[in-house]
């Protein structure tokens, strides 16, 4: 479900409900690029949980989010740290855990007047 902000900290961040969209597109092309993780970091000694969208090749410039990314590590690009969006995609577009999503499953999640912003993010 569309918000402008996720986060305490606004770490996912739109300026309108078709830049959410074209988001949720990218995220779901299935090419690598991305993969979505719950990480049970408050078992080694964290504070919390964390949801994390991992980014495995840089954000295309085209891509009209605004994210707070943190550091990754050799194999990660970047990575945005966000249950409340993580939360959002699994309860409203049917996200998975992992890098694999069923396009079809979170299409079915989006409005009629955004499917093209939608079908524009899998194309970045």
Same mark, same amino acid.
């Given at each position: 479900?569309? $918000?402008? %902000?996720?986060?305490?900290?606004?770490?996912?961040?739109? &300026? =309108? @409900? +078709?830049?959410?969209? @074209? /988001? #949720?597109?990218? #995220? =779901? $092309? &299935?090419?690598? =690029?991305?993969?979505?993780?719950?990480? @049970?970091? &408050?078992?080694?000694?964290?504070?919390? @949980?964390? +949801?994390?969208?991992? /980014?495995? %090749?840089?954000?295309?410039?085209?891509?009209?989010?605004? #994210?707070?990314? %943190?550091? +990754?590590?050799? =194999?990660?690009?970047?990575?945005?740290?966000?249950?409340?969006?993580?939360?959002?995609?699994?309860?409203?577009? &049917? /996200?998975? !855990?992992?890098?694999?999503?069923?396009?079809?499953?979170?299409?079915?999640?989006?409005?009629?007047? /955004? !499917? %093209?912003?939608?079908?524009?993010?899998?194309? #970045?």
């Amino acid at each position: 479900m569309y $918000k402008a %902000t996720f986060g305490t900290k606004q770490q996912v961040a739109f &300026n =309108s @409900e +078709g830049e959410y969209y @074209e /988001f #949720l597109g990218y #995220l =779901s $092309k &299935n090419d690598g =690029s991305t993969r979505i993780v719950w990480e @049970e970091n &408050n078992e080694q000694g964290a504070w919390a @949980e964390e +949801g994390r969208i991992l /980014f495995y %090749t840089p954000q295309p410039n085209q891509l009209r989010v605004q #994210l707070l990314h %943190t550091a +990754g590590n050799p =194999s990660i690009e970047s990575r945005v740290n966000c249950n409340e969006f993580v939360e959002n995609i699994r309860a409203h577009h &049917n /996200f998975v !855990l992992g890098g694999n999503q069923n396009l079809a499953s979170i299409r079915a999640t989006v409005p009629q007047q /955004f !499917l %093209t912003d939608f079908d524009n993010g899998r194309l #970045l």
